[in-house]
């Protein structure tokens, strides 16, 4: 590690005036999601930060994380943002060779420095480049999230912004570990990776993991371009022996190789393709832009994400890790019931909340639940307070290690003993706003007068608005999906989502259950193909929409 410093006459702080205030930028439970474009606009990212380093509790004289998914615009942006909390009193600044981190291994970092939060530079799963997004999401002090009251508190004060404070001041070289100086700020650039995998070490059973890897299993591992390359490289190739070339596509790029690093069957077609359509590998895994999201492929089997966290929690002592058991296991609402289903066989308390981690973290931080998950491809755990992708596929590597069995075995196993919930994700993608808040409000107008009306020949026992109660601080979120929920348990849940930057999402979640004695065979597509029909009738999507077929499903 070198020793520099840029602590010169020129490392002087300047407060820089802007003409007006940017008041678009209100973050949502993902951060602040913009174009590549707009976060080019003239203090458009100076405006976010200096609202959240006015904000966030402790900033002067604390530690800060910074660092992202190499997408485009990232290492400009360690740049500014260093100046800025130089400027700001940050007392020390810990950021990554060549700026590489994963969300996943922010959240650790945050919590090992006892930092008071990270600044942590992604879109997540959204396409990168300069057509492509960008993304700043402020944690906090846990690893996790930060709250709602102070991502509120960090818009209210971008409205009101005229100024932002910076430092004069050289460069920060971000190519090898070193401990430099940035004004009165002590910068540490570590390599980004041994934190994290020494971290897993702790959580699994490494050499057991090397006996299988070393042996004649092989596996895909698809980094998509993104952060996990580095990651998985070092975890899978060097520290587990696995065979060179068992990471894909490792190198990450601003552009992420012009693809889409969301890891599903659509996204990920090719190692999709090479999983389900060969015979050469074992197992297949992907993550996504940031690395919090992971995909679980066997040979000739897909993992849906709900069943995974069903696994893992009916599987958790196999791993060192969990070895004492869990205190409880938490889904989000759009979740299927499997880990439901799995949670009352072993006595687990199990809650559903609202989508977006931060309801897992107040749950975690409390030691209510260990596990957690959402269907839209993340699992996590007490480890940190965010999803980990990596982290689920080594969990179910070492589940295959220590039962010896294939990933199709495991599924047929868990489905014999807890029953199956065909499970399925309709995404329609880059809907017109106005068409898709149209649908939504129609369905939400109808609710009140859905329940007892028969629906794909069953009746409507329930039909609301998702609304969640924290157990733990009290706080009551409303308007979190509309649901309609069968007298056979089976589920029917529309929301939108503002995760993308080109239109509205529709997402449409299908479940029916069906008991450890019933057939378990049949393709999810084809179990569900009544409730697809009759939700579509019943929400017009196809009339609203104009569209045929959704983009994505999962």
Known sequence: MTTSSSDSPAATVITVAMAQPFTDQKPGTSGLRKSSRQFQTPHYLESFVEASLRVVPGVQGGTLVVGGDGRYGNLAAIQTIARMAAAHGVARLITTTGGILSTPAASHLIRTHQAVGGIILSASHNPGGLEGDFGVKINGANGGPAPESITDAIYQATLSLDSYRTLQADPLPLDQPARLQMGAMAVEVIDGVSDYAALMQKLFDFDRLAALLKGDFRVAFDAMHAVTGPYATSIFEQLLGAPSGTVRHGLPLEDFGGGHPDPNLTYAHDLAALMLEGEAYDFGAACDGDGDRNMILGRHCFVNPSDSLAVLTANATLAPGYAQGLAGVARSMPTSAAADVVAKSLGLPCFETPTGWKFFGNLLDAGRITLCGEESFGTGSNHIREKDGLWAVLFWLQILAVRGCSVADVMADHWRRYGRHYYSRHDYEAIESEAAHGLYGRVKGMLPALV?????????????????????????????GLRLLLDDGS???????????????????????????????????????????????????????GMAQPTVIT
């Open 452 to 480: 007892g009306e028969r629906f794909a020949g069953r009746a409507i026992a329930t039909a609301d608005d998702f609304a969640y109660t924290d157990p733990v601080d009290g706080s009551v979120t409303q308007g979190q």
């Open 491 to 545: 589920r029917m849940v529309l929301r939108l989502s503002g995760t993308g930057t080109q239109g509205a999402t529709l997402r449409v979640y299908l479940e029916s259950y069906v008991p450890p004695s019933g057939a378990l065979a049949q393709d999810p597509q084809v179990a569900l193909a009544d409730l697809i029909n009759a939700i579509d009738a019943l929400a017009e999507i196809k009339l609203r929409t």
